[in-house]
Nanobody
Framework: QVQLVESGGGLVQAGGSLRLSCAAS????????MSWFRQTPGKERELVAS?????????VYADSVRDRFTISRDDAKTTVYLQMNSLKPEDTAVYFC??????????WGQGTQVTVAS
């Protein structure tokens, strides 16, 4: 079983930056994909960004965060990062890290709160 530990959420002023981290541990297989989702009350969870492992490291971003957020990963540590710049109040949400491989296809972290004050 894979476990995820997230960190880095908090309160920031609009225009500021935060960096989220998510470390995976346990029985990890390749290839795998790590992603960040976010959710606000009354709304469905939204995919923010995802990244695959390996030299390919292909990424996907939501249109709403493209050019402001950057997802990256350290495969040696099986850790994914989400660098969030130019934050807006509408980025306020609980951010969840997720992990997928062929053995553990749907693992979610506990979530970390990001609050952007206007």
């Amino acid at each position: 079983q894979v476990q995820l530990v997230e960190s880095g959420g908090g309160l920031v002023q609009a225009g500021g930056s935060l960096r989220l981290s998510c470390a995976a541990s346990g029985s990890i297989f390749t290839p795998n994909t790590m992603s960040w989702f976010r959710q606000t009350p009354g709304k469905e969870r939204e995919l923010v960004a995802s990244i695959t492992d390996g030299d390919d490291g292909s990424t996907v971003y939501a249109d709403s965060v493209r050019d402001r957020f950057t997802i990256s990963r350290d495969d040696a540590k099986t850790t994914v990062y989400l660098q969030m710049n130019s934050l807006k109040p509408e980025d306020t949400a609980v951010y969840f890290c997720t992990f997928w491989d062929r053995i553990s296809p749907n693992i979610w972290g506990q979530g970390t709160q990001v609050t952007v004050a206007s």
